[in-house]
Structures are given as structure tokens and as C-alpha cells.
């Protein structure tokens, strides 16, 4: 697999701090299982904040704390075991858990326009949706409040910025109007995490907004 778009800097840093929501943590596990020049980017900036760590001067700790911390590990449960890659090499194994390992098994809500969508409703802890276009169908001119990251899992598209295919990612902040235009061979499915909801422009965005529900 040739990935050729990775995530910002800042994404990065702010996944290794624990601030991104569930989603767009969900969306960078994903990418960072298929792409070591990412992995070694989130492991160098643990490394930094180890050491940061390291230089805070001690505090005195009141008595009874260290009991305290103790007996609320012992209310920890246990991590699961970790998702072992599922033989549907299509479906990174983080996302296996939300959504099983078969793109074409799942409840597609048709969107019109050549649009399907499926969403994981996580609810308050921040949009992801799983998008399928189909070959030769553009997207509306949208703009975005925030961010949004976008992860392809089958097929390619291409926009402004270039072209997209299996294991980019497109890292979007709200500067940027884009339009992505999916291939004509094949259907494009990705995953897409915001952290605040889609804006479109023009006559057709505003039409297909409440139904998109982006
Ligand atoms: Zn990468």
C-alpha cells in the first residue's frame, strides 16, 4: 500500500495528548496500523511528552494518596485484547469493533445522489460516519467549522489537493473549500470524523444538507 496523504502535525500531537474525540482517535488508530511514517510521528511526540513529563519538579503528595490511587486501579477493568487484523484486510482492525470486518454488510442509508452513509453514532463524543460514493459522483462544495479527517477504505477520489486512494488521509481545518470527485471505475468508501458539522456552499449543498445530515 503507497500512502501518499498523511495527517497534520498538530493531529498528530493532539491524538499522542488524548484530546482528539472518539472518532477522529478512532480515524488516526486506523491510519496509524497501515502507516509507520505516522506511527514513528505519534511515537517520537510520547517520547517528548514522557520527558516533559520527567522534568516536572515533585509535589508533595497528601497522606492516604497513594492508598487512594491504589483502590481506584483496582476498580479498572482490564483492556480487551487487542482486535487481531481481521482477514478482511479492508477494514483496519480498530474499526472492527464498531462496525464488524464487511463494508458490504452494513445498513447503508441511501442519501440520494449517489451518496450512502452509515453512521456509528458516537453521539457527543464526536461524528464518524462511514461514506459511500458512487464511481464518477461529485460531492457538494462544502466548508467545514472545524476539522474534519477523512480515511479512505476502498476505492480513490480526488479534489483540490490531489488525489486520495486506499489508506490516505485528508486532514481538513476550516480554511479550505473543497469538492471531491470520486473515480469512474469504482465506488469510494471512507470514514470521515468532524469535530463539529459539515457547511455546505452553494444551491445544491443547502438542498442535500438535512438529508446528508453532515
Ligand atoms: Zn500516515
Known amino acids: 500500500m ?19 474525540n472518539k472518532g477522529m482517535a478512532l480515524l488516526v488508530e486506523s491510519h496509524l496500523e497501515m502507516c509507520e511514517n ?3 510521528q505519534v511515537q517520537t511526540s510520547n517520547r517528548i511528552g514522557g520527558d516533559l513529563l520527567r522534568q516536572i519538579q ?3 503528595m497528601k497522606s492516604g ?3 487512594q490511587v491504589l483502590s481506584m486501579l483496582d476498580d479498572v ?23 464488524g470486518d464487511d463494508l458490504d454488510a452494513l445498513d447503508w442509508k441511501t442519501m440520494g445522489m449517489g451518496v450512502q452513509q452509515y453512521d456509528l453514532k458516537f453521539g457527543g463524543a464526536g461524528a464518524a460516519r462511514l ?16 476539522n474534519e479527517l477523512t480515511l479512505i477504505l476502498r476505492g480513490s477520489y480526488s ?6 486512494q486506499v489508506g490516505d488521509v485528508a486532514d481538513l481545518d476550516d480554511q479550505l473549500e473543497h469538492q471531491p470527485i470520486v473515480d469512474t471505475e469504482h465506488e469510494c468508501i471512507c470514514l470521515i470524523a468532524t469535530d463539529s458539522p459539515l457547511k455546505f456552499s452553494g444551491l445544491m449543498g443547502k438542498l442535500v444538507q438535512p438529508f446528508i445530515g453532515l
Request: hydrophobic fraction near 35%.
Open 65 to 67: 494518596s497513594l492508598d
Open 58 to 60: 515533585p509535589v508533595a
Open 77 to 99: 477493568e482490564p483492556e480487551a485484547p487487542v482486535v487481531s487484523r481481521s482477514h478482511n484486510a479492508e477494514v483496519p482492525a480498530s474499526l472492527v469493533e464498531y462496525i
Open 159 to 164: 479534489d483540490e489537493i490531489g488525489r486520495f
Open 38 to 40: 505516522c506511527m514513528e
Open 2 to 20: 503507497k500512502i501518499s496523504h498523511h495527517f497534520d502535525d498538530a493531529t498528530l500531537i493532539a491524538y499522542s495528548s488524548g484530546t482528539l
Open 131 to 146: 461514506l459511500r460514493i458512487q464511481p464518477g459522483v461529485s460531492v457538494p462544495h462544502h466548508t467545514h467549522t472545524g
